[in-house]
Each structure stands twice: as C-alpha cells, then as structure tokens.
C-alpha cells in the first residue's frame, strides 16, 4: 500500500518523522510500505493521484479540505477526537476515516487520578488560600469509598476508572447504552445519567464530542449534583455549560473543577473561566506525551493497515454516524 | 484503669468527646475504663493524683508542662510525630508516651499519590500559567514507569509506596537501616540516601522529625537529585533547607514541590514560599480527615490500653531516644 504522510512545516507539533515512521515499522514488524512524507500543499498535491492512506492531524486536514484522492482507502488522523473533522463529506467516496484511538490512555488515567485526588484534598480552595498568601486549612475526607461517575467508557475513561478503582474508588460508568465492563463498578445508559448524578461526588467527562453529547452537563443537570460535587473534563469543552459550570462553581454548589478542554481553544484571554475560584485549568495537556505520543500511535496505525491488508475491520474505524 | 482526657476550651481541633469516647469503646469491645474529661487546667489539676492514663494533645501538653502525677503509666497524645514534645523530661518517671500512629495512613497515601501525580504533569507550572491567565501548554511523560524515593518506610510512607505502586511506581523506601519492606521495591538505609537521590525522579519527605533528620534535604542532598525533580514533604517543615529548595525552584533545579509542612508553622505572611514559583503549598491538612480522626485514635489507643492491661508492650510506646 502506497502510504502518505502529510504535516505542514508551520505546525510541528507530534508531526511524525520518517525516523519514528520507520522505527515503528521495524518494531511492527511491517513489510515495507511505500511511504512518502509532505510538509507543503504542493507536497499532498504530487501524492495524492496514488495514495492508497494518508497519515495526518486534524488541523492539516482541515486545511486540505475535500480530498480529491481516488486511490483513498483510509484517512488516519493522529488524534482521537474526530468533532474538529465532522461532518465527513471531505473524505472521498469508499474511504474511511482512523483515529488513533489508544495512544491516550495511561495519560488519561493518570489525569483523572490527579483531578479526583485534588477534588477530594479540596486543592482548590487550598491553592486560592495559597495565592492571597494565607495560611487557610480546609480539612477532608480521604477518596477511598467515595463515588465518581465517568461518562465515557473508552479509552479514557477506562483508564481512569482501573486508577480509581486502585485508589478505592469504585467508579459508575456512562455510554450510549449500558452494558457491563470489566473496569467500572456498574455502567449506566447515558438515557439513566439524571439519576445518577445525585449520587456522584466526582464527575468525569471522558466522552467523544458529538450531536448527542454536547452540552451534555447542562445548568440542569448540573443542578442534580449533590451539593460540594467535583467537575474533571478531559473530552471535549462543548461537553459542559461553561456559563452554567462557573455560576455553579460561584455559589459553591460544586466545590472544585480541573479542566483540561474548552469551547473555544486556547481559552481567550480574559475569559470568565481564567478568574473563577476553584476552577483549575490545564491547557489541553492532559493525555499527550510528546515522548511517546507517535510511537503509540503508529503502533496503532501499522495495527489497522495490517487489518486493511487481510481484510478484517480496522479496529480504529471512525463511524461517521455516532462521531466517534 | 483510671483514664483521663484533657484539651482545653480554647483549642477544640480534634477535641476527643465523651460521646466519641464510649463509641469507640463499645466498638473495641473495651471494658468500661473510669474515664474523666477535663477542659480547664483546674481540671487537670484534679484528675492528676488518681490518673493511669492521661489522653491530651501536643499543645495542650506543652502548657501542662511537667506532669506532676505519681499514678501515671502512660501519656497517648493525639498526634503521630512527636518532635514537639521533645524533649522528654515532662513525662513522670516510669510513665511512657504512646502516639496515634496509623491514623494517617490512608490521607497520607493519597496526598503523595495526589503530589506526585501533579509533580509528573507539571501542575505547577500549569498552575502558574493559569494566574497569569494565559495558555501556556506543557507536556509530560505518564507517571507509570518513573521512580520515586521515599523517606520513611512507617504508616505514612507505607501507604504513598502502596498508592504509588498501584500507578506504576516502584518506590525505593529510605529508613535508619536498610530492611526489605512488602510494599517498596526496595528499601535503603539513611546512610545511603545520597546516592539513590541521583535516579530520583520524585523525593518524597514521609519521616519523623528527629535530631538524626532535621535539615536531612539540606542544599548539597538537593544538588544531588536530577535535573527536574520533584520534591513533596508531608513529614516536618524542619526536614529540609527551605531557603534551598526555593534557590532550588527558582533555577528549575527542582521542577516542582508540594509541600504541606513549614518551619514555623503557620507559614508567616510574607514568607518567601508563598511567592515562590512551582511551589504548592498546602496548610498541614494533608493527613488528617475530622470525620474520622478521633475515632481511628482512640481505636489505635484501645488497642494499646488492652495491650497495657495484658502486660504486652503497647504497639505505640515512643522511644525517647529515637524521638519516635
């Protein structure tokens, strides 16, 4: 298979080289591929006649736009969340579209730990008291027996629910539709999550962005939260009401938020979110490693161009219907 | 035996109530101990010339002074470190000094996984980005596979090493004298702390505070750790050169530290730490849960009352010598 890998030069970041391309091949133990690597328009331009799958990031894509590619079989984005791609009409006909679904895991897990952890030491309110430079104790109860519910049962939110669980959290999980999972206490249907909330010291967003969840926790159901709850998202902004978030965050209804993701990114200056009390914000940190964020993902990649090749399902197929 | 439980009216933090008192007891199955309670120094005075056993507080002890009670046997103090306490000519003759140690343990596991967490993600940092209020991405390697170096192998540096290696981390732990210990990788003596510190990614100050420890990280131990290091102390202030680590913070040296003991304590306005950056300073809660404090205290002191009554040593008895 004729392979093209396309970054542009003015946007580097966990752009893949050919060293990491080829290290990962042998590591693989992958025939060969035809791989070319373009870091202009000009570049995708002279390989796109014969490109049987382009390796690429989201925002490059973007900027590709309809790919006019009649070889196409398959799209791989380096990334997982694919809501910055949809719709998918830009993805010529009988290709389909990969992510690197995978790569973010034990970061993912190790973040929602860290938040938790912090929500349930009230860090928060100890960090506003360390910046007006006083000396302001706030007590709490330890984690272990605590609840937290995870919305989102992937990669994410799987990996965070084993790290609870190892912290003596036993965590509830939320998906499309329940169904037990091996990580999680109990997995609820996202149809149930209202009458779960009430029970949840600590929620966490670790779900795909799409028509169905964004806004998933609204001002509404926000509310349902017992008073002093903590917020952790790490899918998307648009998942929560940020408005609603930081009223709620204001009355002290929820005790403490950490933040990785916002609706818009960067988070402009000035925004409502940069100075409210017992929000702690990351900036879209939370699950890369640049040290072995393209090794993971090629080891995910070369898995789904072997599955192309014997014919099986790549396991890393986007469905453009759900979004994820 | 005649017990008696003294705090002072002005001093209610983690005061032991009669009602906590026969909870506990009931709960140990303990025969009913002629217990007074006692809230003024009139009250001590007239429990003194009958009392087996005096249950108090570091600060309460400190204004008693010499114990002038020719009965007693035992003083159970209701704190695990004991360095303020030293040294330990008020106690009568033939009186020993029991501590609550084991009621820490399962805050003092999470603090350190919570701390080492956010060293490994370079919270700090992003903490410091986020006052300014500007995005400012760093990135980091997952926690899972570094090392961490322990100093303290008892009730609190047992249980980090635990939630530690829950995450991935094999903890070296540092004590008087090398011995294997099931919930460390390995376990070196003090004697040899200087040359694990080199391949420290995380130094973890979990010991008591003894003659033998003050200023243990002192500024040529801090030059020893690699570059980037993090430091977390949950032991006592006096452990470390503060004046060190901030030179230390302020260079990169070290690439961030949480700290939730200081010498003095309360931290004084103004303090050079409080405007340090990289450094998070939590007020000497990282322990304790008043949920749960008296009640895990006086199942700890049960046991040693039993163990008294029985003519066992009591599991808690400081040793004067050692200071724990």
Redo the contacts between chains.
């Keep these: 298979m004729r392979v093209h890998v396309q970054t542009f030069a003015d946007d580097p970041e966990f752009a893949i080289t050919p060293a990491q391309w080829h290290d990962a091949a042998a590591g693989a133990g992958e025939p060969p591929d035809d791989v070319s690597f373009g870091v202009t328009p000009a570049d995708w331009d002279a390989a796109r006649a014969t490109a049987d799958i382009l390796v690429s990031h989201t925002a490059v894509l973007r900027r590709l736009g309809t790919l006019d590619a009649p070889r196409l079989r398959a799209v791989f984005v380096n990334a997982t969340g694919v809501d910055g791609l949809a719709p998918f009409g830009w993805l010529p006909p009988g290709a389909m579209l990969l992510n690197n679904r995978g790569t973010h895991g034990?970061?993912a897990g190790?973040?929602i730990?860290?938040a938790v952890?912090?929500l349930?030491?009230r860090?928060p309110a100890?960090?506003a008291?360390?910046?007006a430079?006083?000396?302001?104790?706030?007590?709490?109860?330890?984690?272990?027996g605590r609840s937290a519910t995870i919305v989102g049962t992937g990669d994410l939110g799987s990996a965070g629910a084993r790290?609870l669980r190892?912290?003596g959290v036993a965590a509830t999980g939320v998906r499309t539709v329940a169904a037990p999972h091996p990580d999680f206490a109990d997995v609820v249907a996202v149809a149930d999550l209202d009458a779960v909330l009430a029970r949840t010291d600590f929620l966490v967003l670790a779900c795909p962005l799409t028509a169905a969840t964004k806004n998933l926790l609204d001002r509404r159901r926000l509310a349902l939260l017992p008073a002093g709850a903590g917020v952790v998202n790490l899918g998307r902004g648009a998942l929560l009401d940020g408005d609603a978030l930081c009223d709620a965050l204001d009355s002290g209804k929820v005790s403490g938020a950490v933040l990785d993701v916002f609706d818009p990114?960067?988070?402009p200056?000035?925004h409502r979110m940069?100075?409210t009390e017992n929000l702690?914000?990351?900036?879209?940190?939370?699950c890369?490693?640049?040290?072995?964020y393209n090794a993971r993902s090629l080891r995910i990649l070369f898995a789904n161009l072997r599955a192309l090749r014997e014919g099986r399902p790549p396991p890393n197929r986007v469905d453009p219907d759900r979004g994820y």
């Design positions: 034990q970061k190790e973040y730990a860290m952890l912090m349930a030491a860090l100890l960090l008291a360390q910046r430079g006083q000396w302001r104790p706030v007590f709490s109860a330890p984690l272990a790290a190892a912290l990114e960067p988070l200056p000035g940069w100075r702690v914000i990351t900036p879209h940190v939370s890369d490693d640049p040290g072995s």
